[in-house]
């Protein structure tokens, strides 16, 4: 596609409840990242993947939180059990490293956990 | 651990004059660096890019590397209004790049 395209653009789910976000990249980008930020705060990098590798988990708070990507293009990013400390938005980013190391960040998943 | 340091303000500037926001990293291996401005409940849009020493210009804004030092700047000029945003502060790290927690802007009408 044209850019980076995040779905649902906000979600308000109950406590305790499961969700998932999606992520679609830029055609050809073969790494993705999905970004966590709070309320007046900075990103927090969460999951990277490029291409076939295995994918670096080492920014997932917990292991409520889980992502997926399938076929090398579309990602989902599903939190367990939903706690209010989840509320925040979502920043999901992509780009080809070998051509260009910056990235295109998608509009971001606003989640409201009540 | 890589760092990206940037001082988180707000900076607050007249409009008009000349807006300076300055970013610090660790790496002294960087070789891409990258500003990029996020509005309030937008995503962050990449606005500079700078790869080499010295001074890189696009419109009103300059990017300004010095690899020695290990600082990269940011120069907006005849700020305007619309400018005030969050500019945040990239730099490659290995496979990602590491990003700075952000300058808050304002401009002053």
């Known amino acids: 596609g044209a850019g980076v395209s995040q779905s649902p653009s906000n979600k308000v789910t109950e406590k305790g409840k499961d969700v998932e976000l999606r992520c679609d990249p830029i055609s050809g980008h073969t790494a993705l990242y999905w970004y966590r930020q709070s309320l007046g705060q900075g990103l927090e990098f969460l999951i990277y993947?490029?291409?076939?590798?295995?994918?670096?988990k080492s920014g997932l708070p917990s292991d409520r939180f889980s992502a997926e990507r399938t076929g090398g293009s579309v990602s989902t990013l599903t939190i367990q059990r939903t706690q209010q400390e989840d509320s925040a938005v979502y920043l999901c980013?992509?780009?080809?490293?070998?051509?260009?190391?910056?990235?295109?960040f998608g509009s971001g998943t606003r989640l409201t956990v009540v | 651990q890589k760092e990206v340091e940037q001082n988180s303000g707000p900076l607050s500037v007249p409009e008009g004059a000349i807006a300076s926001l300055n970013c610090t990293y660790s790496?002294?291996?960087?070789?891409?660096f990258f500003w990029y401005r996020q509005y309030s409940g937008k995503s962050p849009e990449l606005i500079m890019s700078i790869y080499s020493n010295g001074d890189k210009e696009d419109g009103r804004f300059t990017a300004q590397l010095n690899k020695a030092s290990q600082y990269v700047s940011l120069l907006i000029r005849d700020s305007q209004p619309s400018d005030s945003a969050t500019y945040l502060c990239a730099v490659n790290g290995g496979y990602q790049l590491i990003w700075g927690a952000g300058t808050k802007l304002i401009i002053k009408p």
């Open positions: 993947f490029q291409g076939n590798s295995a994918p670096d």
């Open positions: 790496d002294r291996g960087s070789q891409s």
């Open positions: 980013a992509s780009n080809q490293p070998g051509l260009d190391p910056s990235y295109t």
